[in-house]
Every structure is written in C-alpha cells, then in structure tokens.
C-alpha cells in the first residue's frame, strides 16, 4: 500500500470520526450514521491493502 493510499485512508477515517462526533453533539441520528459508515470503509480498504500485502509477501517467500 502506497503512502498517498494510507494517508487518503487516514484522512476517510478521521473525517468520519469527526462527523459521527459531531452527530453526537447535535443529536443528528444521519450525521452520526455516515460518520460511523465512512469509518468502516476506511477501515476496511485499509484491511483488504493489507491482505494484499501479506499475499503478495507469501509469493515473494516462494520464488525465493
């Protein structure tokens, strides 16, 4: 996973954060629902790069 990708997750990820805080703070049910859903999106790229990763780690081990 590039830098540019982990930094554009990071950023989904607190943006979310923000949101769903902000949500709380205004008693908005919506906001607080699209924070958490932009939370979970960034979380989840970040999981399926890492998988990526870890799979493209195993078939370096094997051509070695």
Known sequence: MSFT?????KAQEMSGMAKERIGDVT???RLRAEGAS??????ARQAGEHAKQA??????????
């Open 5 to 9: 990708d982990k930094a554009k997750n």
């Open 27 to 29: 008693d908005n049910e």
């Open 38 to 43: 932009e939370q979970s999106t960034a979380r």
């Open 55 to 64: 799979g493209r780690d195993v078939k370096d081990a094997f051509n070695k």
